[in-house]
Nanobody, 124 residues
Framework: QVQLAESGGGLVQAGGSLRLSCVVS????????MGWFRQAPGKEREFVAV????????DYLDSVRGRFTISRDNTKNAVYLQMNSLKPEDTARYSC?????????????????WGQGTQVTVSA
């Protein structure tokens, strides 16, 4: 059974930073591509970032590229999302997800396991 648990969300002013963490329980963490998605009220879930199992392939949503950084520590079964220069439009519930694939998927339906999410609120 694979379980994902996010932490690190909160309330921050525009221009501030937050670091989200996602810890995965279960075997073979290094074989999963790990993604971050977000969903704001009334909007569809949106891809944010993804990192391959070995950390060599990374992709971002264009609007966060240069502000957000995804990373992982396979010794700790953890993936991180460093978010800098936050904007009010980044406000959403952020969830991490695991995909049993060697590629870096951006589509939510390609992910096999999901966490419950953590709320990020950016005030103007």
């Amino acid at each position: 059974q694979v379980q994902l648990a996010e932490s690190g969300g909160g309330l921050v002013q525009a221009g501030g930073s937050l670091r989200l963490s996602c810890v995965v329980s279960g075997p073979a963490f290094s074989t999963y591509a790990m993604g971050w998605f977000r969903q704001a009220p009334g909007k569809e879930r949106e891809f944010v970032a993804v990192i391959s199992g070995n950390g060599e392939s990374i992709d971002y949503l264009d609007s966060v590229r240069g502000r957000f950084t995804i990373s992982r520590d396979n010794t700790k079964n953890a993936v991180y999302l460093q978010m800098n220069s936050l904007k009010p439009e980044d406000t959403a519930r952020y969830s991490c997800a695991a995909a049993t694939t060697t590629i870096v998927p951006v589509l939510a339906q390609m992910y096999d396991y999901w966490g419950q999410g953590t709320q990020v609120t950016v005030s103007a």
